[in-house]
């Protein structure tokens, strides 16, 4: 559990932090390779998880990757921060995206901060919702992934997210 801690404290820490990109060595080709696998692993992800394919979501994290988010519990009276276990977050989808007539997320904007086989991108997400019956719904929030690469493969070892806030737009286009 510390270790969760820990992870969420340093992704919040990097957040308030003005550090520039961190070129890692290389030709600017093979950054460029690097950023577009990001992005299509980032891709592959939303794509997933919009299709409601748990199994195939699964292979878009590294096994004991993490989410954290803050939320509302049914009967509570202040929202608390969340982190758990992926699998954890798949056993409760029957609670959130399962339990939706209309369940689509993309990815509006990304930023990517990279030195070698380390990520840390900030995407803009737009999330489309309804419940049987009820017309859908479009809001936005921001995803923070930090992924790692191994033999060339990029996936996500935590993700926090939140919902846009009010007073604080965020783009509803890309760059």
Same mark, same amino acid.
């Given at each position: 559990?510390?270790?969760?801690?820990?992870?969420?404290?340093?992704?919040?820490?990097?957040?308030?932090?003005?550090?520039?990109?961190?070129?890692?060595?290389?030709?600017?080709?093979?950054?460029?390779?690097e950023?577009?696998?990001?992005?299509?692993a980032?891709?592959?992800? !939303? %794509?997933?998880?919009?299709?409601?394919?748990?199994?195939?979501?699964?292979?878009?994290?590294? $096994? =004991? /990757?993490?989410?954290? @988010?803050?939320?509302?519990?049914?009967?509570?009276?202040?929202?608390?921060?969340?982190?758990?276990?992926?699998?954890?977050?798949?056993?409760?989808?029957?609670?959130?995206?399962?339990?939706?007539?209309?369940?689509?997320?993309?990815?509006?904007?990304h930023?990517?901060?990279? !030195? %070698?086989?380390?990520?840390?991108?900030?995407?803009?997400?737009?999330?489309?919702?309804?419940? $049987? =019956? /009820?017309?859908?719904? @479009?809001?936005?929030?921001?995803?923070?992934?930090?992924?790692?690469?191994?033999?060339?493969?990029?996936?996500?070892?935590?993700?926090?997210?939140?919902?846009?806030?009010?007073?604080?737009?965020?783009?509803?286009?890309?760059?």
């Amino acid at each position: 559990m510390r270790l969760l801690v820990f992870m969420v404290v340093v992704v919040v820490a990097l957040a308030g932090c003005s550090i520039e990109r961190i070129e890692p060595g290389g030709t600017e080709n093979s950054r460029a390779e690097e950023d577009s696998a990001i992005q299509a692993a980032l891709d592959t992800y !939303y %794509g997933r998880f919009s299709r409601r394919a748990w199994d195939e979501l699964r292979e878009s994290f590294w $096994p =004991g /990757a993490v989410i954290a @988010t803050r939320w509302l519990p049914p009967g509570a009276s202040d929202t608390l921060v969340d982190v758990i276990p992926l699998e954890t977050f798949l056993s409760r989808t029957e609670e959130g995206p399962d339990r939706l007539a209309v369940f689509a997320e993309r990815m509006v904007r990304h930023e990517v901060r990279r !030195y %070698g086989d380390l990520a840390i991108v900030w995407a803009t997400f737009e999330a489309t919702f309804g419940m $049987p =019956g /009820a017309p859908p719904e @479009t809001h936005y929030g921001v995803d923070a992934f930090q992924l790692l690469a191994d033999g060339g493969t990029w996936r996500i070892v935590s993700l926090a997210f939140t919902q846009e806030l009010p007073g604080d737009s965020l783009p509803r286009s890309g760059p």
